[in-house]
């Protein structure tokens, strides 16, 4: 695929919202822990002070994200998801915990890099389960592709990192081949605020499926 384009990695999911739910989702462009930008995003306006950023693509239904940005309350934390229920969950999760270190945006994870994330601002992304697209005739829906790497090495400051998790074993081995073919990343072992983290909703499912787990973290060089 060339480096400019690219094709939408997910299928609007019409999951039925619980009432919890929908009175967030609907109320988010009223929710201070909701953003709809316009513009390359001011981490500082946005959260108030001069922390590092990092975004978090397809929190799903944001249990883990949450989880993290309690356990560093001096990280900034984005999450981007398109998944309607995930957005009513983590905005009430967020309020219930009165998180300030959170802010969620309901777009295509790739608009947002490409509009509104200034290049070489984040500390890091995390993927955690992207989809995993397992038909061949669907490969080119996989969010993780040249392009995807080619975008986010311009908006991940050096010495920043990626982290990504999938069940997938043929999705592992694409990823590892693509970020070592690219000069900015290097493979490590693992990120420091990922260390005994939760399993995610996806994680759970693809183990009980007994798909073996791959956990994969570089550096930007
Ligand atoms: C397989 S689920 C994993 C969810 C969660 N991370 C977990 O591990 O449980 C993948 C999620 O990515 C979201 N997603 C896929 N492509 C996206 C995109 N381009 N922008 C934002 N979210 C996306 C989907 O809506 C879905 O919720």
Redesign the pocket.
């Known amino acids: 695929m060339s480096v400019n384009k690219h094709l939408?990695?997910?299928v609007k999911?019409s999951g039925r919202l619980t009432n919890s739910q929908k009175l967030f989702f609907y109320n988010k462009e009223n929710d201070l822990n909701y953003f709809n930008e316009k513009k390359i995003i001011n981490y500082e306006e946005l959260f108030n002070n001069k922390n590092k950023c990092i975004l978090d693509?397809?929190?799903?239904?944001g249990k883990?994200l949450i989880n993290i940005a309690k356990r560093f309350p001096d990280i900034n934390f984005i999450g981007?998801?398109?998944?309607e229920s995930?957005i009513g969950s983590i905005l009430k999760d967020i309020s219930d915990l009165n998180l300030k270190n959170i802010k969620i945006a309901n777009?295509?994870?790739?608009e947002l890099l490409k509009n509104n994330i200034k290049d070489k601002s984040l500390q890091g992304i995390s993927?955690?389960?992207?989809?995993?697209w397992p038909k061949k005739k669907h490969f080119k829906r996989r969010?993780i592709n040249n392009y995807f790497i080619h975008l986010v090495s311009t908006k991940i400051q050096i010495n920043g990192f990626i982290k990504i998790?999938t069940d997938w074993s043929d999705y592992a081995n694409e990823i590892i081949n693509l970020f070592d073919n690219h000069k900015n990343f290097v493979r490590v072992n693992e990120i420091l605020y990922y260390k005994e983290r939760e399993l995610?909703?996806?994680?759970k499912r693809g183990i009980i499926l007994g798909h073996k787990i791959t956990e994969l973290s570089f550096k930007t060089i």
């Open positions: 939408r990695s997910f999911r693509i397809g929190f799903g239904d883990l981007v998801e398109v998944y995930g777009i295509d994870a790739i993927l955690f389960f992207p989809d995993p969010i998790a995610t909703k996806f994680e």
